[in-house]
């Protein structure tokens, strides 16, 4: 094979013409003599007689990303290796730890400990770790550019490891199924949230069935048996999908704001379901939507099924289509009272509670991604040179990073805290209690999450605002972070309701 021919390098310096030019990268010979004239950066980067016939390594780093030469199409331009000399760089390693810095979380990390991860996590995490990287990251990055769906190949991969039922969380929906690692709390699911995220497309996690993340709790918590009995077992199979459709043009986070009503028929049979929902995550391809509506007794959580008089159209976002956004109207739609979740006009108990498990998650998935940011930006302020250094000997630079990760380790540690509680308390305990500290969570995780994206793309420059190249994932996470803070909550109704529960609990004899 042409890759274990050798060269010394005063051979390779030879081939520095426009009619015979070589490079090396990485102590790897490349012909670049016919690629140059279709070479995106122009034939002249070539010609540079620090390049021609030189070692290229530094020149190439500061300007793509490791995965440009692995492209098949590139790899064939290799000729062999410089002699008694080995690769030494390495891009995304797949299925493996980071071992950059602050990639990971410390209980990850080489040399640290927690008190809450075990081996059963671990274990979990690294095979969750390699589904990512081989089945779902690939077809993350190919949909997020041509905004299809998920691929059904995917969604029912995850059936075959019941990742769908492990995704709810712990609980008895998981009774009887083969579970990647035996045993399940959530701490196991706090992996699966953190090891998905790391698809890096913002759009495409969310078409990844986050719908049925927020929409099948309030089924399994609150439907009646044989409703449960029919509809869980279809969407952890795959064949089905379910959404939360509660937010509408008239209101997002105000739930008393609602406006799509329920009126029961005479006979006491159906509910008789008006109005419209908006920004509903997977609706596009939704089969069942889980509705909060204005019923006579208050609001009141009830599972629509797709079929006459539901229509839903997809809202074009600054995400990628892949997630499903819809706009959903229903128009006399007859559903079986028996699709009533939890007690009519109780609707609020029954979203209260699942709001928190969604916001939750949502932590998960923004402590983990604001990771991959802190790996961009440590990988790319060493190979990157300005002013004749690389970035990382400007102290700014390094000020700007160290502001970000103990933002995110701080994320990371409280909500490692909260789910520890999480692991301890009853659904309704969590209700209670946990309302307060997940609101502020949330709001601060977000914040977090935005503050870095914007500290991110200053240190990236224009790559950070280009959707190629070096700086893709950059521009993609500075596009979509505003979605981690409305989703679930917009940040300053978390901020309130955050202090209005920790009102609650104000013993009224205290003073100062
Ligand atoms: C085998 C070697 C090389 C291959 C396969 C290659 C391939 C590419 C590709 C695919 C791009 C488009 C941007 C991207 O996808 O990242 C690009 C851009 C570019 N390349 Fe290369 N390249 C090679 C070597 C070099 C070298 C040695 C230089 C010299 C300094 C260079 C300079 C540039 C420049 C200036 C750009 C534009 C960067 C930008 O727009 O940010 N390339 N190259």
């Known amino acids: 094979m042409a890759a274990t021919k050798t060269f010394t390098r ?73 002699a008694g000399e080995q690769p030494q760089i390495y891009g995304k390693l797949a299925g493996a730890n980071s071992d950059v810095p602050y990639a990971e979380p410390s ?54 490891l019941n990742v769908h039922a492990m995704r709810m969380g712990p609980g008895k929906h998981l009774k009887g199924l083969t579970l990647m690692n035996g045993v399940f709390d959530y701490f196991h699911e706090l992996v699966f949230n953190q090891e998905f995220v790391r698809c890096g497309a913002r759009g ?29 077992p279809e969407v952890f199979s795959g064949k089905k999908f379910i959404c939360l459709a509660v937010s509408e043009a008239h209101a997002g986070s105000d739930v008393f704001g609602l406006q799509t009503t329920a009126e029961k028929t005479a006979d006491g ?70 699709n009533t979740l939890g007690e009519e006009g109780g609707g609020i108990f029954v979203m209260l509670s699942n709001f928190n498990h969604e916001r939750w998650v949502m932590c998960c998935c923004s402590a983990r991604s604001q990771r991959l940011l802190i790996e961009a930006c440590m990988k790319w302020i060493h190979q990157r040179k300005a002013f004749g250094k ?50 502020f969570l ?26 190629s190249g070096m700086g893709r994932l950059i521009e993609h996470y500075y596009r979509t972070v505003p979605f981690d803070g409305l989703l679930g909550g917009a940040e300053d109704v978390l901020a309130d309701l955050g202090v209005r529960q920790a009102m609650r609990g104000m013993p009224k004899n205290a003073r100062l």
């Not at 994206?453 to 790559?463: C, E, I, L, P, T």
């Open 269 to 338: 049979k159906f509910w008789v379901v008006n109005g419209h929902k908006k920004w509903i995550t997977n609706g596009v391809f939704a089969d069942y939507f889980t509705v909060g509506c204005k019923t006579e007794d208050g609001f009141t959580v009830i599972l629509v099924e797709r079929g006459a008089g539901v229509e839903t159209k997809p809202i074009k976002t600054s995400y990628s289509a892949a997630a499903g956004t819809a706009f959903v109207t229903f128009d006399n739609v007859r559903v079986p009272v028996e």
């Open 10 to 82: 005063e051979e390779v310096a030879k081939h520095n013409t426009a009619d015979d030019l070589w490079i090396i990268i990485d102590s790897k010979v490349y012909n670049v003599t016919r690629f140059k004239d279709l070479h995106p950066g122009g034939a002249h980067a070539f010609l540079d007689e620090d390049i021609a016939g030189q070692d290229a390594t530094e020149a190439f780093y500061g300007l793509h990303l490791h995965e440009v030469l692995e492209r098949p199409q590139y790899q064939r331009l290799q000729l062999g290796v410089v």
């Open 442 to 467: 949330k709001m601060y995780s977000t914040r977090c999450a935005q503050q870095t994206a914007v500290d991110a793309v200053q240190m990236f420059g224009g790559r950070g605002v280009t959707q």
């Open 107 to 160: 209980w990850l990390s080489e040399g640290y400990y927690s008190p809450y991860f075990k081996e059963s996590h671990r274990r979990l995490q690294k095979a969750v770790r390699e589904l990512v990287d081989e089945l779902i990251y690939p077809d993350a990055q190919a949909r997020e550019l041509d905004g299809k769906r998920p691929s059904q190949s995917v969604i029912d991969r995850m059936a075959e």
């Open 204 to 232: 495409y996690g969310d078409g990844l069935n986050a719908g049925c993340v927020i929409g099948l709790p309030p089924m399994l918590n609150f439907g009646a048996p044989a409703l449960r009995a029919r509809v869980v």
């Open 390 to 439: 690389p970035l990382a000997s400007l102290a700014v630079v390094r000020a700007k990073l160290a502001q970000m990760i103990a933002r995110t380790e701080s994320v990371q540690h409280w909500l490692e805290s909260i789910t520890y509680q999480m692991c301890n308390m009853s659904y309704k305990e969590q209700a209670n209690k946990l309302a307060g500290p997940l609101a």
